[in-house]
């Protein structure tokens, strides 16, 4: 995944950097329409990319959808600054809009195979790019000219029938396997709604959690802990694509702590009674603290 991720950050960053050379190059000879055009594409396939990668890696909402709409809005603002300001203005909200949109993505499909999807936003993002830098080409150049009614419509549509049925076929065989199925299948013949698993704490001197991360939630968790008495939270995460990932106690200084594959150890000392919420990044699991 990670290998994949950096190769597309690469290709992103070698095709976006010379689509917008070409602008600067041949900013006097395109069309100011033909030039709004480009930067919103350039702009859209990059903030969609942009906030997809951040959703996938990132493992929770908020910091994707701000690094999303940053990036776009700086790519927007950067590619259309040769073309002029309805350029900047066009690519600028293209680029936040597409940012968004992409770390959305991200955030929600990180559980069910973010590696398929982020290869067709990426084969996409090469075929649209390219076409965008040919049409600068031959858009700048008197000499050449590109004719698209010599495309059969015939093909095309032939060719999209070809990647929609391979895209199900991958769906429904073997090769990808949907770990999302797999977890909704167990919660399911489970319950829909996590157990509760409890731990009393309140005569230790020393206590000591062993927290595990299960397709249900956390386990133990309701944890009672005595008022004062530092407590060592040791977490296992059996793996890290998942909202997991992230783990916040906030009202005991733990905020987005990364949980990575294998165990996390933390501590934190609970000085007021009361009861306490911890929970993963997008707080859809939660458990309890209750300290007495």
Known sequence: MYILSIFTITIISLI????????????????????????TVITMMGGLLAGYLSGILSGELFLPIGLGTLIG???????????????????????????????ILGAILQFDNPTIMLGIFLGLYVIILALVILFIIVDTNGKLSLDTSGISPFNILSAGLVLIALFLFLYSSDFVK?????????????????????????????????????????SPNVIKVKKGVPVELTITNPGDSSCFSTFMMPDFGLENVNLKAGTTNLTFTPDEAGQYTFSCGMNMFKGTVIVE
């Open 16 to 39: 976006t950097g010379y689509s917008i050379y070409l602008l600067h190059r041949h900013k006097k000879k395109l069309a100011n329409l033909s030039g709004i055009i480009v930067v």
């Open 73 to 103: 809005f700086t790519l927007g603002f950067i590619t259309g600054q040769p073309v002029g300001i309805l350029a900047i203005l066009s690519g600028s909200v293209s680029g936040i809009m597409s940012g968004i949109v992409g770390a």
């Open 178 to 218: 949907i770990p999302g199925e797999a977890e909704a299948a167990q919660v399911q013949e489970k319950s829909k709604t996590p157990e509760k698993t409890e731990l009393d704490l309140t005569k230790e001197t020393n206590p000591k959690i062993e927290m595990m991360i299960t397709p249900t939630g956390y």
